[in-house]
């Protein structure tokens, strides 16, 4: 399951255009779909905190059923995610009207340059401080 799936259901209950239509209730989520949307929800916050002051105006995501992109800024991402915790499903939403591409990055643009930026982080710190919560691997010990 992706970021893509997590946000807006699977492609048999979702129209292309952001969100199920049907109508019907939907089961809630397992314990394990639920744990997998509160670990998006956190990973998108890193993400916005890193990425937004640089530009980024959100997640671009493929689309399987239209084989378009959707842009979704941070905010529409964040209120889908959270619906779907509530909810179990995701509502219909607007995409962003005439986006520029460049204004957004995949999921895993967004998460290799948080993984970057923890890198750098941890080369940075100073040595002799390797202590529990030093943000170093035991094997580096």
Same mark, same amino acid.
């Given at each position: 399951m992706d970021a893509w799936d997590d946000a807006f259901g699977s492609s048999?209950?979702?129209?292309?255009?952001?969100?199920?239509?049907?109508g019907q209730g939907h089961p809630p989520l397992t314990m394990e779909e639920r744990a997998g949307v509160l670990d998006d929800l956190a990973e998108l916050e890193v993400? /916005?905190? $890193? +990425?937004?002051?640089?530009?980024?105006?959100?997640?671009?995501?493929?689309?399987?059923?239209?084989?378009e992109e959707h842009?979704?800024?941070?905010?529409?991402?964040?209120?889908?995610? /959270?619906? $779907? +915790?509530?909810e179990g499903q995701t509502g219909r939403h607007e995409p962003p009207f005439d986006p520029d591409p460049d204004d957004y990055v995949?999921?895993?643009?967004?998460?290799?340059?948080a993984d970057a930026v923890a890198a750098m982080a941890e080369r940075e710190e100073p040595t002799g401080r390797?202590?529990?919560g030093g943000g170093r691997h035991a094997r580096e010990d």
């Amino acid at each position: 399951m992706d970021a893509w799936d997590d946000a807006f259901g699977s492609s048999r209950d979702r129209d292309p255009d952001f969100g199920p239509d049907d109508g019907q209730g939907h089961p809630p989520l397992t314990m394990e779909e639920r744990a997998g949307v509160l670990d998006d929800l956190a990973e998108l916050e890193v993400f /916005r905190t $890193l +990425l937004e002051p640089t530009g980024v105006k959100g997640i671009v995501v493929d689309c399987p059923d239209c084989q378009e992109e959707h842009h979704v800024d941070w905010a529409l991402m964040q209120a889908n995610l /959270r619906q $779907l +915790l509530d909810e179990g499903q995701t509502g219909r939403h607007e995409p962003p009207f005439d986006p520029d591409p460049d204004d957004y990055v995949s999921w895993d643009y967004a998460s290799g340059y948080a993984d970057a930026v923890a890198a750098m982080a941890e080369r940075e710190e100073p040595t002799g401080r390797h202590g529990a919560g030093g943000g170093r691997h035991a094997r580096e010990d």
